[in-house]
């Protein structure tokens, strides 16, 4: 919400809040096919462990430990396709395991895509509207294109792909598109650039015409990714805060005081 502090704080550059991009999902819950769950005792990855819990678990008919980690495949983007894939067991709770389900045979499949940023993409700012802490009321309004509608349904296909290979659909968590600003990585809100006439900040994340104000966070990136932007921010952060170490070494002790 940093575009939602600059305007509260009367700094409201035109690009502020705009060129709003959000990683579209894509989310199913899958039970595994019978036969991958009676495959594991003849795989030589697992036959120990499942011969294991066997012996200690007679009455269990499933042939996966209770404390067997939870799984955790990644798949990353490529030209060929413009999302990347996430393969867990409801890690992060964009769909809850319904009552009396094992949650050793469910699979959950998120794939991320992108968009293309657009400046009629933003942030809107009510001066007469208030939020619950008293700041400036937000509306989103998140314009998609044509061709990224299609991207999106080409990610659906290839996730109904995928689930078809490991099992049926769990009753409730059939497959769906979630809800926009679920996935937490909008970008490009005070998005960097080399001209305040399209960005917040600058190369460094100095905000344009303050000379003592930094950014930091996925606003800053210009556009949207598939894959997670945190490691992107981080680096951005580094990069502005040698800037002001370098900066503030070459000022006089009267003018850093």
């Not at 690009?15 to 579209?24: A, F, I, K, N, S």
Request: glycine letters at 8%.
């Amino acid at each position: 919400l940093t575009p939602q502090v600059l305007y509260n704080s009367g700094i409201r550059p035109e690009p502020l809040g705009r060129y709003l991009t959000e990683q579209p999902m894509t989310f199913c819950q899958i039970v595994l096919k019978q036969e991958i769950v009676d495959s594991l005792s003849e795989d030589p990855r697992f036959a120990e462990r499942v011969r294991a819990h066997r012996e200690q678990n007679p009455r269990d008919p499933v042939p996966i430990p209770e404390d067997e980690p939870e799984p955790n495949v990644w798949i990353p983007v490529s030209e060929e396709r413009s999302w990347h894939c996430q393969i867990h067991r409801d890690a992060f709770h964009y769909g809850e395991v319904a009552p009396h389900i094992d949650p050793r045979l469910i699979v959950d499949l998120r794939w991320f895509g992108l968009v293309e940023p657009q400046y009629e993409s933003r942030m809107t700012f009510s001066d007469t509207i208030t939020d619950a802490f008293g700041m400036p009321q937000l509306t989103f309004e998140w314009i998609v294109s044509d061709e990224d509608r299609l991207k999106q349904h080409r990610m659906m296909g290839d996730m109904l792909r995928a689930a078809q290979a490991l099992g049926g659909f769990l009753p409730g968590s059939e497959p769906q598109f979630v809800v926009p600003g679920l996935p937490i990585h909008v970008t490009g809100t005070t998005r960097m650039g080399r001209s305040p006439d399209d960005s917040v900040v600058d190369a460094n994340s100095q905000v344009w015409g303050i000379e003592n104000l930094y950014l930091g966070g996925n606003g800053l990136i210009r556009r949207g990714a598939a894959s997670n932007p945190t490691l992107t921010s981080i680096a951005m952060a580094l990069k502005s805060v040698e800037h002001i170490i370098q900066r503030e070494g070459t000022r006089a002790p009267e003018e850093r005081a």
